[in-house]
RNA sequence: GGGCAGUUACCAAAGUGGCCAACUGGGGCUGACUGUAACUCAGCUGUCUUUCGACUUCGGAGGUUCGAAUCCUUCACUGCCCA
């Protein structure tokens, strides 16, 4: 009756393969249970964190210290610099082919991390879609700057009317890539956007981690304070010049370089950066709580959590 | 003790007789999101109601008026200035 998961090449076949999800927002405290859960089950860990990937921005991403790493093998931390094009089809790409490696050795692998669009390419696959080059992306930020939103919005009533009626069309990110793939395909992009969810030859385990909101909150503020003194602002000055690019956007960092440039005091950007981190935590729990699949958990309750990954290993 | 200014929703801040449940910003809440995603975007935010709508609000009390956040009296508190 069950549909097998790996039809296409019995020789591949990994049922009896795990793939161990953490998830949870930002702050929240998965490293330290991942870590608990990895050192229990002997397996490795991958990282599905979009920030703790560039090997540069540490601190600001609360990356796994080195005492850490040496506990469990991780993947994906510090894998890639601040300077290389990278995004969410890559990493699904390099994550099934790594985890098709690793499966070979371990029974369990986990998956820990926060980004949402990274951890559905993994667990759902992504459609086939070509990376955007530079020109076109500069070309269609061109037209934005200086048209205007209502100008690319007309744009791709042309280009893909299907499109046009089911994007956010106030969003000029979503209108630009749509756009953008448009140009580079000649085809619409409505086209190439199947919405099919690939089927992994191995089992999906969907742990979910969080804590009533002030805490999570307070728990976001004060780590905040700690990435201060651990020397964040020393770590965003390193890459001051490069602040425009788009792996600098990013929490902890942005609102630094708006202290540097003068605009914010150093007092008003750390608390820019609790609240985007806040901020930031809230829609990481609104896209996962769309997933019905995730089991939650508070993350003090270890045991607890042990205790039903076993429940379904077992069977 | 005297003078002046002020007290509006979680905060800041408009409104100075009817168009006010009250501009706006922040915060908060909710949501969308398949390749730049720690991005980007949207809605809600007095109470009750799915909507229509009903009800209670603009420091307290009293008053003027058909009608008050807006005018008057008084009390309380805050800030600045003079003592």
């Given at each position: 009756?069950e549909?097998?998961?790996?039809?296409?090449?019995t020789?591949?076949?990994?049922?009896?393969?795990?793939?161990?999800v953490?998830?949870?927002?930002?702050?929240?405290?998965?490293t330290?249970?991942?870590?608990h859960?990895?050192?229990?089950f002997?397996?490795?860990?991958v990282?599905?964190?979009?920030?703790q990937?560039y090997?540069?921005?540490?601190?600001g991403?609360?990356?796994?210290?080195?005492?850490?790493?040496?506990?469990?093998?991780?993947?994906?931390?510090?894998s890639?610099?601040i300077?290389?094009e990278?995004?969410?089809?890559?990493?699904?790409?390099?994550?099934?082919?790594l985890?098709?490696?690793?499966f070979?050795?371990?029974?369990?692998?986990?998956?820990?991390?926060?980004?949402?669009?990274?951890i559905?390419a993994v667990?759902?696959?992504?459609?086939?879609?070509?990376?955007?080059d530079t020109?076109?992306?500069?070309?269609?930020q061109?037209?934005?700057a200086?048209?205007?939103?209502?100008?690319?919005q007309?744009e791709l009533?042309?280009?893909?009317?299907?499109?046009?009626e089911?994007?956010?069309?106030?969003?000029?990110?979503?209108?630009?890539?749509a756009?953008?793939?448009?140009s580079?395909?000649?085809?619409?992009?409505?086209?190439?956007?199947?919405?099919e969810?690939?089927k992994?030859?191995?089992?999906?385990?969907?742990?979910?981690?969080n804590?009533?909101?002030?805490?999570?909150?307070?728990r976001?503020?004060?780590?905040?304070?700690?990435?201060?003194?651990?020397?964040?602002?020393?770590?965003a000055?390193?890459?001051?010049?490069?602040?425009?690019?788009?792996?600098?956007?990013t929490?902890?960092?942005?609102?630094?370089?708006e202290?540097?440039?003068?605009?914010w005091t150093?007092?008003?950007?750390i608390?820019?950066?609790?609240?985007?981190?806040?901020?930031?935590a809230?829609?990481?729990?609104?896209?996962?709580?769309?997933?019905?699949?995730?089991?939650?958990?508070v993350p003090d309750?270890?045991?607890?959590v042990?205790?039903?990954?076993r429940?379904?290993?077992?069977?």
């Amino acid at each position: 009756m069950e549909e097998p998961n790996c039809q296409l090449s019995t020789i591949n076949c990994q049922l009896n393969k795990t793939l161990l999800v953490i998830l949870g927002p930002t702050g929240v405290g998965k490293t330290k249970i991942s870590l608990h859960l990895a050192e229990h089950f002997g397996c490795p860990i991958v990282s599905s964190d979009s920030r703790q990937f560039y090997r540069e921005l540490k601190i600001g991403t609360a990356a796994p210290t080195e005492a850490q790493l040496q506990r469990v093998k991780h993947y994906f931390i510090g894998s890639h610099s601040i300077f290389d094009e990278y995004n969410a089809g890559q990493y699904e790409q390099d994550t099934i082919q790594l985890l098709d490696e690793l499966f070979k050795k371990n029974d369990v692998v986990m998956l820990v991390g926060g980004s949402m669009m990274y951890i559905d390419a993994v667990c759902n696959g992504m459609d086939d879609i070509p990376t955007v080059d530079t020109e076109t992306r500069e070309f269609w930020q061109k037209q934005y700057a200086e048209n205007g939103l209502e100008f690319i919005q007309n744009e791709l009533k042309k280009l893909d009317p299907k499109h046009y009626e089911q994007v956010d069309i106030q969003n000029p990110k979503r209108i630009m890539h749509a756009l953008e793939i448009c140009s580079m395909t000649g085809k619409p992009y409505s086209d190439l956007r199947t919405g099919e969810r690939k089927k992994r030859n191995f089992n999906i385990i969907k742990i979910g981690l969080n804590r009533p909101r002030p805490e999570l909150y307070e728990r976001i503020n004060a780590r905040v304070d700690v990435m201060m003194g651990e020397g964040l602002l020393k770590e965003a000055e390193q890459f001051y010049e490069h602040r425009q690019m788009n792996t600098l956007n990013t929490v902890g960092y942005k609102e630094l370089y708006e202290y540097m440039d003068g605009n914010w005091t150093l007092d008003f950007a750390i608390n820019m950066i609790k609240q985007d981190s806040r901020r930031y935590a809230k829609r990481q729990l609104t896209w996962f709580n769309r997933d019905k699949e995730i089991k939650w958990f508070v993350p003090d309750n270890e045991e607890e959590v042990l205790e039903y990954i076993r429940n379904i290993i077992s069977k």
